[in-house]
T-cell receptor, first 117, second 114 residues
């Protein structure tokens, strides 16, 4: 079974600064997907960024980028130019490449990000 | 286009009762997944339905069940409620089932069991 670990329960950053959230995972599969989701107080999970394990290039979405280290099974999220609206709980998630797994996600424990003005 | 709609938003029940939660996916989506979110256990997968068939099931007791209708709307049922069932229940939908599909989440149903 796959596991996802987020070792930082809480992080804080000053507005306009950069912050990195950590995530490690364990799997015996060679192909899979990794995600970062954001959950604001509205509770709705919002996809921030997605990485396919077979792609060596790190994914980027505007101010959000990842550092994907497949051998180390590490998948960190970097938020540049932090904004007040970035404050939320961030979850790292894993999805198997196996067809039988369907859309099932395995989530980490989450990191609560505070953005200070 | 309307997003994923979950009803009700909040629910209070007592131990031993049963509860039914509803999820209406985005129009055209055929896959619906359910997750339980608690402070202690985090986010855990309950089950996934695709075209009215359960495709996947998480490690939950048989008190947790679900179904999907022909219009893709889904319901989950919890019987004989326990205090530990208090949680936020999230529903997610996608066009198809499988690894390359983007999931869209609803805002959840907050269930409190007293």
């Amino acid at each position: 079974a796959q596991t996802v670990t987020q070792s930082q329960p809480e992080m804080s950053v000053q507005e306009a600064e950069t912050v990195t959230l950590s995530c490690t995972y364990d799997t015996s599969e060679s192909d899979y997907y990794l995600f970062w989701y954001k959950q604001p107080p509205s509770r709705q999970m919002i996809l921030v960024i997605r990485q396919e394990a077979y792609k060596q290039q790190n994914a980027t979405e505007n101010r959000f980028s990842v550092n994907f280290q497949k051998a180390a099974k590490s998948f960190s999220l970097k938020i540049s130019d932090s904004q007040l609206g970035d404050a939320a709980m961030y979850f790292c998630a894993y999805r198997s490449f196996e067809e039988t797994s369907g859309s099932r996600l395995t989530f980490g424990e989450g990191t609560q990000l505070t953005v200070n003005p | 286009k309307a997003g994923v709609t979950q009803t009700p938003r909040y629910l209070i029940k007592t131990r031993g009762q049963q509860v039914t939660l509803s999820c209406s996916p985005i129009s055209g989506h055929r896959s619906v997944s359910w997750y339980q979110q608690t402070p202690g256990q985090g986010l855990q997968f309950l089950f996934e339905y695709f075209s009215e068939t359960q495709r996947n099931k998480g490690n939950f007791p048989g008190r947790f069940s679900g179904r999907q209708f022909s219009n893709s709307r889904s319901e989950m049922n919890v019987s004989t409620l326990e205090l530990g069932d208090s949680a936020l229940y999230l529903c997610a939908s996608s066009l198809w089932t499988g690894n390359n599909e983007k999931l869209f989440f609803g805002s959840g149903t907050q269930l409190s069991v007293l």
